[in-house]
């Protein structure tokens, strides 16, 4: 029996909760994106290794300051130093038979002097039997026989200067093909010297000396020193209504209860599938300069605000966009119009007028 009383008196609050009544009010309203992030440097990136090999030094510290083309990590570059020699040794060795005094050259040059006597003998020869066989003084074929030793021996000298020419096209690719295997090989060992693509702040070595690491690892985290940019992490919902320059109040984990002011820069166009959310960029409006790399944060972004709005509690409005009137005795249900919705308002902007009274049932 007592259990019984006690359900109808909760009906009965319930009852006379969903009775009561309001009226909109016209004030102003503010509606905000939550979204979570952290702090990061401006192009900020990862500098992975070329090559796999043991660090041997680390020549700099976290919060460094490195200007381009610095050495930040040395690798063990054994095996790359003797490749480099070989090609080197190999480069010298080839330059040497393209030069005009090798010895293939050289013997070339020398057949072809040979060849060009022997045709200058002939070429006498075949003079002296067109006189003889003018006066008759030899038979028709010994006059041939010339003619063909001569023309043999023009064929002998031509074939020898196209095997020079072809000899010395042959000896110059493979001084640029050596030429090259000596660059290639000079950049590889190059590769085991980590530098810096530019001027940057060293937020976070990653190895150490004595570490093995496998090329295209991540070695350190790199970016514009004293320039940082607030990432955020915005949902499916939201998305669609964050634009480009909404401010953007910021509250640092390491500052709790302290808001900095800024403003909307980028929004990435892609979702990214590891936090299941939309990227956007928000960059503060004056320079944080204590603010540390990696922060976490809380940020609200300011998608819509009215100085003056007609507005109903949260609670009056149904899920999907109705609210109930009292008329005298009589309820009517009627859909509105929305505008700015926040936490505990709703903006109309059709539907219901001032003086109206809504009942509060959810």
């Not at 702090?39 to 510290?61: H, P, S, W």
């Not at 949260?314 to 859909?335: A, F, M, N, Q, Y």
Request: proline share 2%; net charge neutral.
């Amino acid at each position: 029996m007592r259990r019984i009383l006690i359900l109808a008196v909760l009906f009965a609050s319930c009852n006379k909760k969903n009775q009561e009544t309001v009226e909109p009010i016209t004030a102003p309203i503010t509606e905000a994106v939550f979204a979570p992030g952290h702090l990061e440097a401006e192009d900020q990136f990862t500098l992975t290794a070329l090559n796999d090999g043991y660090i041997t030094d680390v020549l700099v510290e976290e919060g460094d300051t490195v200007a381009e083309n610095q050495e930040i990590f040395k690798q063990d570059n054994t095996n790359a130093v003797i490749l480099e020699r070989a090609a080197e040794d190999n480069l010298k060795i080839t330059r040497k038979q393209a030069s005009s005094d090798s010895s293939v050259l050289q013997e070339l040059v020398a057949q072809l002097a040979s060849a060009r006597a022997k045709m200058l003998n002939s070429q006498e020869k075949l003079e002296r039997m067109q006189r003889l066989y003018i006066t008759r003084s030899i038979a028709k074929v010994e006059l041939d026989d010339a003619e063909l030793h001569f023309n043999n021996s023009i064929n002998e000298v031509e074939g020898i200067e196209q095997k020079i020419a072809n000899t010395k096209l042959e000896l110059k690719h493979s001084l640029i093909d050596s030429r090259s295997q000596q660059l290639t090989a000079r950049a590889n060992t190059d590769y085991f010297s980590i530098k810096s693509p530019g001027n940057y702040k060293i937020y976070s070595l990653l190895k150490r000396k004595g570490d093995l690491v496998k090329k295209g690892e991540a070695l350190a985290v790199l970016g514009h020193a004293n320039s940082l940019k607030i990432m955020l992490d915005i949902d499916e919902q939201s998305i669609a209504k964050v634009k480009l320059h909404q401010i953007v109040l910021v509250e640092l984990n390491t500052e709790k209860n302290k808001t900095y002011n800024g403003f909307i820069s980028k929004i990435y166009p892609a979702f990214e599938q590891a936090t299941q959310s939309y990227k956007a960029e928000a960059v503060f409006e004056e320079n944080q300069q204590k603010a540390i790399n990696g922060t976490l944060l809380q940020a609200n972004i300011i998608v819509g605000k009215k100085d003056k709005a007609l507005l109903i509690p949260r609670s009056s409005l149904s899920p999907d966009g109705k609210v109930i009137l009292k008329r005298e005795k009589k309820k009517d249900t009627l859909k509105v119009q929305t505008g700015i919705i926040a936490s505990e308002w709703v903006e109309v902007l059709g539907g219901v007028k001032k003086g109206d009274e809504i009942i509060k049932t959810y």
